[in-house]
């Protein structure tokens, strides 16, 4: 693909140097839909980014387009606060109806803000307020967001030197594996908690991924989360399940924790909870620890209606028979076996390839070559990002409801890539 390069100087001249995506991808979008964006000069691209995670049923889904363009076009409330609206009566009984009761789930639904670090803020603040203590213990690199609450129990030194104050409150423990299976799980969180010389204050509440997205698509056994969920039982800490990018699908279950059978005390959704792109999250808890005062934590955009009406309509479209959980993990075997051919014809330079669902990273030796890889994937038109600690894991995030054959496109797309940075 030819691309010529765009005009950017207003953006360049305007816009602050944090933008960081258009870095990667320097052309000017006009239009997407499905699984492929359009840039102004008509050049196409099969999009394996999804908005980070937010378009979990693609760009312009049109059964969602439909159900706000109607909500809209009758002049349905837009702005509500946290004042009570049809849009968000629907929602809410959807939620209930096909994701929390046949899941055996009696969890209360809280608005913190539109964002997902509002969501993990609103998880930090009610733990340390039902618990009353301060500390929260995090995993080596964890990301939650990047408010100052967030920060401190993320663990990307980039990220947390932004924050120019120290981050405390946090402590981070060795996510599963990160010691090479060194010492068994927890051992030395455990001895930690048991030992009154550790120095360690007793924890409100431990946050967990089950799988690290922008830490280098880390994924956590099952065993090892069940573990983690029973220590915290034990020593009576609440468990958090950060699931904004993994949850709704994104691993195959709506939540990334079923595999597992855990349920967790808190956990916190937003990204595709909204369905369309639309701001949204929900921090959810058990019902006992509700405990809030009215007001006590609220946000101007805690109640965006237009986001209730997709995130309803794609309850109520992919989430109601069943089917989407069996779609994902089908086309999650279908990228597997691709990554497993790609690291199969370059020994020498993949280091490993992991994921669950439609979440996948191919990891380097080379920390550079990832980088290399999505530049080139991009000239072939295929975004995909990079993550991990030094950006050494080309992440795959495509849209759930990618087709069989858009799905081979783009991995035909990223091997060539692969081949053609050697």
Known sequence: MTITQPDLSVFETVESEVRSYCRGWPTIFDRAQGAHMYDEDGHTYLDFFAGAGTLNY???NPVLKRALIDYL????????????????RAFLETFRDVILQPRGMDHKVMFPGPTGTNAVEAALKLARKVKGRESIVSFTNAFHGM?????AVTGNAFK???????LVHGTPMPFDDYLDGATPDFVWFER?????????????????????????INVARAS???ALSELCKRHDMLLIVDDIQMGCGRTGAFFSFEEAGIQPDIITLSKSIGGYGMPLALTLFRPELDVWEPGEHNGTFRGNNPAFVTATAALQTY??????????????????SVLKAIADEHPGDVAEFRGRGL??????????RAGAVARRAFELGLLIETSGPQSEVVKLLPSLTITPEELDEGLRILARAVRETD
């Open 359 to 368: 979440v996948w990273g191919l990891e380097f030796h080379d920390k550079n």
């Open 192 to 216: 930690l908690l048991e030992d009154q010389g550790s120095g360690l204050n007793k924890p409100a509440a431990v946050i967990v991924e089950t799988v690290q997205g922008e830490g280098g």
């Open 147 to 151: 408010s100052l609450g967030s920060l």
């Open 224 to 226: 090892w989360l069940r």
């Open 319 to 336: 989430w109601a028979d069943g089917q989407m959980e069996k779609q994902t993990l089908s086309r999650g075997e279908q990228v597997e």
């Open 160 to 166: 947390r030197a932004g924050a120019g104050i120290p």
């Open 73 to 88: 076009e009758r002049d349905g409330v837009v702005h509500g606060l946290d004042m009570s609206t049809g849009a968000k």
């Open 58 to 60: 693609g760009h312009n």
